[in-house]
C-alpha cells in the first residue's frame, strides 16, 4: 500500500514516479530505518519524512542517473534519522537543551564584555573615557545587524558546515590573540 503523502500527489505523472520509487525502495528504506530506531511508529514517522522530503525535489529526482536512486532514497532518510538520534528527547527536551545553550552562550558572552570593558576603560585617558566608550559601544551595536547579514547571506551561498567552521576558527585566532588581555586578571 501506498503511503497517503504520494497517493495525494496533484501531477499524475510525479505520482506514478514517486509510487515507482517507493516500491522499488521501500524496504531498504525500512531496513535502514530500523537499524537505527527501534520502535516501528518512529521508523513509519522516519520514512515518511523523507518521502515528503524527496517529493518536494521530484523534478530532480527525474533528471538523476537511475543507477544511482538508492542514494538519492536513503540519504533524506539518514538525515531524518541522525536528526532524531542526535538529541532524541523530544521536543520539548530539545526546546530546554537549545535555552540552555543559549543562556550559557549568554554567560561567556556577558563575561567577555565585562573584562572587555574593564580593558577598555583601563586604558583609556580618564578625560576621554566616556567618549571612547560611547563610540566603541556605537561601533559594537552597529556591528550586531550587519553580522547578521553577513551571516545570512553566508549562510545562503554556503553549506553550514563551512560557514560554522571559518567562524569557529576566527574565533578561536581571536581567542588566542585576546589571552594577553585575559592573563592580567
Not at 80 to 87: C, G, N, T
Not at 136 to 145: D, E, K, L, N, R
Request: charged share 20%; with cysteine; net charge neutral.
Amino acid at each position: 500500500m501506498l503511503p497517503t503523502v504520494i497517493t495525494e500527489m496533484e501531477n499524475v505523472s510525479d505520482r506514478q514516479f514517486m509510487a515507482d520509487l517507493y516500491e522499488n525502495y521501500h524496504r531498504l528504506m525500512y531496513r535502514t530505518a530500523a537499524k537505527c530506531v527501534p520502535d516501528r511508529d518512529e521508523q513509519d514517522e522516519a520514512v515518511q519524512d523523507a518521502l515528503v522530503r524527496l517529493i518536494a525535489k521530484v523534478s530532480l529526482l527525474r533528471g538523476l542517473d537511475r543507477r544511482k536512486d538508492q542514494s538519492y532514497v536513503l540519504y533524506p532518510l539518514s538525515q531524518e534519522i541522525l536528526s532524531r538520534l542526535l538529541l532524541p528527547v523530544g521536543a520539548m527536551g530539545q526546546c530546554g537543551v537549545l535555552v540552555l545553550v543559549f543562556c550559557v552562550g549568554q554567560a561567556m558572552a556577558c563575561t567577555f564584555s565585562i573584562f572587555a570593558v574593564s580593558a577598555i576603560q583601563q586604558r583609556t585617558p580618564e578625560h576621554m573615557t566616556g567618549k571612547v566608550m560611547a563610540c566603541v559601544s556605537t561601533i559594537s551595536m552597529c556591528a550586531q545587524p550587519v553580522g547578521q547579514l553577513a551571516y545570512g547571506l553566508w549562510f545562503d551561498a554556503s553549506p553550514g558546515w563551512l560557514v560554522l567552521g571559518v567562524s569557529g576558527a576566527v574565533i578561536c585566532l581571536l581567542g588566542m590573540g585576546a589571552k594577553e588581555l585575559f592573563k592580567k586578571w
